[in-house]
């Protein structure tokens, strides 16, 4: 099973980019990256997924060299809302009712000051 | 449409006791997922339902812990005997299909075993 490693926190300023890289060595072939937000006292929310190379979205890109065994958030001109708690997922490509097992890191506290 | 719903929102209960968390996943959605987070920590992967079926329950960690999923939309937690250790906030998500698709988050369910 694919394991994660993340910094247990960073702090950062308005209108900076934030580059949170999350370690997974023994990721598996079909395994999927996928970061998630939560703010206090509320679920996880999906911010980004991807399995190889670059992939970006309207809020976040994310970057996964070739090997695949490591994979930044980069976030663009961060505000205080996005101090969160910013988890690494690794988990099983889902095919109709394969098993697999969905492992999140154990997250990276940002602090955005003004 | 609505999201992830899970309720109670708040459980208080005494050690021994038995307890339900129900959740209601997002109308359509035909994987469900349950975590439990303990403060600090990232969630913890309990088990997933693809349709009513449970698809992995390897993280169920022992057997007071059961799932039901019996018409494949609103799923039950059902914990025996509860222990203080068993405190902690029950996350429900669901997904469209399954590993490779997003899921969306409840607000959890707290537990508290007194």
């Known amino acids: 099973l694919a394991k994660t490693t993340q910094p247990i926190s960073m702090d950062s300023y308005e209108g900076q980019e934030v580059n949170i890289t999350c370690s997974h060595n023994?990721?598996?072939?079909?395994?999927?990256i996928t970061w998630y937000q939560q703010f206090p006292s509320q679920g996880p929310r999906f911010i980004i997924q991807?399995?190889?190379t670059k992939v970006t979205n309207e809020v976040a890109s994310l970057f996964i060299p070739a090997d695949r065994k490591s994979s930044t958030l980069s976030l663009p001109r961060v505000s205080l809302s996005d101090t969160a708690v910013y988890y690494c997922?690794?988990?099983?490509?889902?095919?109709?009712?394969?098993?697999?097992?969905?492992?999140f890191g154990k997250g990276t506290k940002l602090s955005v000051k003004p | 449409g609505a999201g992830v719903s899970q309720t109670p929102s708040n459980k208080v209960t005494e050690k021994g006791k038995y307890v339900e968390l129900r959740c209601d996943p997002i109308?359509?959605?035909?994987?469900l997922y349950w975590y439990r987070q303990s403060l600090g920590q990232g969630p913890e992967f309990l088990i997933y339902?693809?349709?009513?079926?449970?698809?992995?329950d390897s993280g169920l960690p022992n057997d007071r812990f059961f799932a039901v999923r019996p018409e494949g939309s609103v799923s039950t937690l059902k914990i025996q005997r509860t222990e203080r250790g068993d405190s902690a906030v029950y996350l429900c998500?669901?997904?469209?299909?399954?590993?490779?698709?997003?899921?969306?988050f409840g607000p959890g369910t707290r537990l508290t075993v007194l």
């Open positions: 998500a669901s997904s469209l299909m399954g590993h490779d698709n997003e899921q969306f």
């Open positions: 991807g399995y190889k």
């Open positions: 023994n990721i598996a072939t079909n395994d999927y």
């Open positions: 339902f693809q349709g009513t079926g449970a698809a992995d």
């Open positions: 109308s359509g959605h035909t994987a």
């Open positions: 997922l690794v988990g099983y490509l889902g095919n109709g009712g394969s098993q697999g097992n969905l492992i």
